[in-house]
């Protein structure tokens, strides 16, 4: 039986997705006033549409605990991680995620999600949140980093958790 966990946005990340949309607006407005056409123009939309429209499409949706794996959903992707190679799920303290950069993500556009570089430990993660706090890290077997925000944190390791340890009783009988 397949477990849902759905993404709900926070009030900062509304605040910060109206404040990043009216931002692109006046960039369009002001582009659109300063040139009267040509190819600057349609230059500087495409980039800013091209720009939204990938945004958008990796917004995370909900995380899934499917019989096989776990699935990172977002609105046209997912990332499908295995219980066979998952190799530890723990929460994680706030203070671990304070020194994260962004490298190739966004940053309060409708979440947070893509891959920051974690200060701390030097070395790359993959988020998915929709807001900065109550974070699940997966860890898998290749010792890829994945960074969960999940409203039920403790639900989702301990139901993750139970299906690793299952799998591990399981090949031991």
Known sequence: MN??????LGGATVVLSILYLV???????????????GYVLAWALSLVVAVVLLLVL?????VVLAEEAVEIRCVLEATELRYEDIADVRLVPQRE????VPLFASLGFFGYYGIF????????VHLYASRWRNF???????????YISCDEAERLVTMVGSRIVRR??????
């Open 168 to 173: 591990d009783n399981h090949e031991n009988i």
């Open 136 to 146: 699940v890290e997966i860890t898998d077997l290749a010792d890829h980093r994945y």
């Open 58 to 62: 990796s917004i995370p949706r909900c």
């Open 3 to 8: 477990e849902t966990f759905r993404y709900r």
């Open 117 to 124: 570089f974690n200060l701390r430990n030097m070395e790359s």
């Open 23 to 37: 931002a692109m607006a006046a960039i369009i407005i002001f582009i659109t006033r300063i040139y009267e056409g």
């Open 97 to 100: 995620t304070r020194l994260f």
